[in-house]
């Protein structure tokens, strides 16, 4: 199988290291497989009832097919050492609870995946992963790539601006993982990461590779939980086609359903649910698609105003928007909404959701929809805002309370150019 950019019309192909270790394709488009390999659906389901790492390497293979069978199934099963279950809260309403990883949201899914085949196909040699986070994004990344030989994992996170948690989560895994904590904004921290990149000089002395949610290597695994869903959906219901509602922000979740769907999975449609940030629900409304800046809302992982993963939407679609209209139906909410969905789990069905997932059990309950929705992360993250809506405080799992009562390390640093890339030149 070879990858190619959605905005590549003569769609010349790249190996999956390739693409991988570009990340973003050179046109400025996003990595797409350049065919869509068929599922057996009976088979998905065999492997599905034996585990989840099973199911997943059978998916794998079908999409990275030039990856040794034996290599991408041991890597598989390294990376899927966790959980993933699907929750009936009563009356037909299921979840699927994709935050049962080492960092507690769905974000682990694509992150440890990427990091045990980056490995794989990396073949051990020198690599710096350079990655920015304004909180989330770092703590999987740095938990995929944890132990992996050969790579170093650079975060670079603004000081004061992430949660003790997700601080947490960075700084207490030590080994070949290097948070840096920057005297500066997010946006510092992305411009210090871009710096690095477009530096000819600096990259001729040491290898970099950025690990964002739209490489290749964290979408296509975000496509197996689907088939993983619908095979326990489809046991425990008896019926076939469900509906599937993502709460969604980049959309990279949403697209990677769209894809499994284009593998065979039997899928009635999908609903793009999201918070204030309603270009995608507005989009399916009126048809225009009218990207623009984000605002801030209690479920901050889906604020975003340009979803990147449109792009692939609408390639899955052969360009075509209004085909894929008649496939999805969008559902967004505000904050107060949000909060009240919170207050609502908790006392109808005695669950605690986080503010993400709460986004998508609220599209299913106004959509009527029969099927499940996708929970991104576990209420223990959001404390404050289950406090504010629920008045309880959800208890922290005991890794994440763990991580709070290690000491950090982190390097300080000023939100220089010259200071990173004197750090990374040391580093190798
Ligand atoms: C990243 C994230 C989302 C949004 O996922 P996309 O793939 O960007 O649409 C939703 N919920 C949580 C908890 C997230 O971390």
Not at 75 to 102: K, Q
Request: hydrophobic share 45%.
């Amino acid at each position: 199988m070879r990858y190619y950019s959605t905005r590549d019309k003569e769609c010349r192909t790249w190996a999956l290291a390739d693409a991988a270790f570009m990340g973003l394709a050179p046109d400025g488009g996003l990595f797409v497989p350049e065919r869509i390999p068929q599922a057996d659906m009976e088979r998905v389901e065999r492997l599905a009832e034996m585990s989840y790492a099973d199911m997943a390497a059978y998916v794998a293979g079908l999409i990275m097919d030039d990856l040794d069978a034996d290599m991408l199934s041991e890597a598989v099963r390294e990376a899927y050492d966790f959980p993933i279950r699907l929750y009936g809260l009563g009356g037909g309403r299921f979840t699927l609870e994709l935050f049962h990883g080492p960092t507690f949201a769905f974000k682990d899914f694509g992150a440890r995946f990427m990091g045990r085949v980056a490995g794989l196909l990396n073949g051990g040699r020198e690599l710096v992963v350079l990655a920015a986070t304004s909180g989330d994004t770092g703590s999987a990344v740095a938990h995929g790539f944890r132990g992996v030989e050969g790579v170093r994992v650079v975060i670079l996170y603004p000081a004061g601006k992430v949660s003790p948690l997700q601080e947490a989560q960075m700084t207490t895994i030590g080994g070949n993982i290097s948070p840096l904590r920057i005297d500066g904004t997010f946006d510092d921290c992305q411009r210090l990461v871009k710096e690095m990149f477009g530096d000819r000089a600096l990259r001729r002395r040491v290898r970099i590779t950025s690990a964002n949610s739209i490489n290749l290597l964290r979408w296509l695994p975000q496509s197996f939980y689907y088939f993983y869903g619908w095979s326990m959906w489809h046991r425990t219901t008896g019926r076939t086609a469900p509906e599937i509602v993502v709460p969604s922000g980049n959309c990279g979740n949403l697209a990677a359903g769209m894809l499994a769907r284009r593998m065979g999975l039997p899928v009635k449609g999908f609903v793009a649910a999201s918070n204030a940030n309603d270009v995608v629900p507005e989009f399916l409304r009126t048809g225009v698609y009218r990207p623009r800046p984000s605002v801030r809302t209690v479920a901050n992982a889906m604020d975003v105003g340009a979803p990147s993963n449109f792009e692939r939407m609408l390639w899955l679609y052969g360009g075509d928007a209004e085909a894929m209209r008649r496939d999805l139906r969008g559902y967004s909410c505000d904050d107060d909404d949000i909060l009240a969905l919170i207050a609502e789990q908790k006392t109808r069905f005695g669950y605690l959701s986080d503010p993400h997932s709460a986004v998508g059990f609220g599209a299913a309950e106004a959509l009527g929809v029969d099927g499940f929705w996708l929970s991104t992360a576990h209420a223990a993250k959001f404390g404050g805002a289950i406090r504010r809506a629920a008045g309880v405080e959800p208890s922290l799992p005991p890794a994440l309370a763990e991580a709070l009562s290690l000491p950090g390390h982190a390097v300080d640093m000023a939100a220089e150019a010259g200071a990173l890339r004197e750090y990374l030149v040391a580093m190798v």
